[in-house]
């Protein structure tokens, strides 16, 4: 357990020895922390448009983009859609790559029988208040290593070579700092709170799924919305639902949505555009077609468990009366 998804994105490319001048194979449709991580370490992210069906990266877009300076790529399993991760895995193997799922947005998720972690060699996961689970703010970070599952733990509190159970669990016991080191480490307290809503979370996603195919159904005859596609054999998070406007009228949408008590967000604006990325490395609209088509007409919708279906009719007719 870590401070933060964006903790355990940091560590895991520490772990990996991705550093100054190396390179990184990420999406640009995530939030911000999952590029930023890998300018901590001095890596360059590199770019690799989105499936316009799913909005997560395309896999075969990924090889064209590896070069002798790539370490890693960073899957982005976007609202809980899990990527086309055995693809993925295949390309990373040929390659000689490391592999480290942003599975921030899905815990609960599936495809073709497989979960977020195992093809990766690090799974970073978020418990963020916005989160199916959640411990207000906290993270975590899976590895099938036991050496990088070592180091991790060490480097997530300051590099010491004992925690506080280990030091004075009997008699005192001094500790060394092997490494270099961070203030990374979950609480007692972050960890107890999300340990009864274990037992709760797959009920809590039938009743998510449950609202996002009444969303479903409500909007498939829309012509000016489009939704994203979940593709067969595929178990979604359902962490977010969006839905996709018409060019130019996202903010007019948001903002008449907003109007009428609605509680809408932007996940996400794609990255590349970002003032900090544009500027250093300059880019500029019509890199990223597919994903600067999602990022700038995609609406996040209110989901969660107790959402009424009175209230998402509210929402639904709302909608339906601004497109």
């Known amino acids: 357990g870590v401070t933060s998804c964006t903790a355990a994105l940091h560590l895991s490319l520490v772990v990996a020895g991705v550093g100054s001048d190396d390179e990184v194979i990420t999406t640009p449709m995530s939030f911000i922390a999952t590029t930023n991580t890998i300018e901590y370490v ?9 499936e316009p069906g799913t909005g997560n990266i395309d896999a075969a877009k990924i090889e064209e983009a590896i070069t002798e300076k790539t370490k890693a790529i960073i899957p982005v399993h976007l609202y809980g859609q899990l990527c086309d991760m055995k693809r993925i895995r295949d390309i990373a193997d040929k390659h000689n790559l490391s592999i480290i799922e942003d599975a921030a947005h899905a815990t609960e998720a599936e495809r073709d029988g497989y979960r977020a972690g195992f093809y990766g060699d690090f799974s970073c996961f978020s418990f963020y208040a916005t989160k199916n689970l959640t411990s207000g703010e906290g993270g975590a970070i899976i590895t099938k290593n036991e050496e990088s599952a070592g180091l991790l733990k060490k480097m997530r509190l300051h590099g010491m070579s004992k925690n506080a159970i280990e030091r004075y669990e009997k008699k005192y016991e001094h500790y060394d700092m092997e490494m270099l080191g961070w203030k990374y480490n979950m609480t007692n307290i972050q960890a107890a709170m999300m340990l009864h809503q274990l037992e709760k979370l797959e009920r809590r996603l039938q009743k998510r799924e449950k609202l ?13 919305v489009r939704l994203l596609t979940i593709l067969p054999g595929v178990k979604s998070a359902r962490h977010l639902f969006t839905i996709l406007v018409a060019p130019g009228r996202r903010d007019e949408i948001m903002h008449g949505l907003q109007e009428k008590g609605i509680g809408v967000a932007v996940n996400f604006r794609p990255i590349h555009l970002m003032k900090y990325y544009a500027g250093k490395y300059g880019y500029k609209i019509g890199n990223f077609p597919n994903a600067e088509d999602v990022g700038m007409r995609t609406i996040t919708l209110p989901l969660y468990p107790n959402l009424t279906y009175e209230e998402q009719d509210y929402v639904i007719q709302t909608v339906r009366d601004l497109v």
Request: hydrophobic share 35%; charged share 35%; proline share 5%.
């Open 42 to 50: 001095g890596a360059r992210p590199v770019f690799v448009d989105i």
């Open 212 to 224: 996002c195919r009444r969303y479903e159904e409500a909007f498939s005859e829309l012509s000016d």
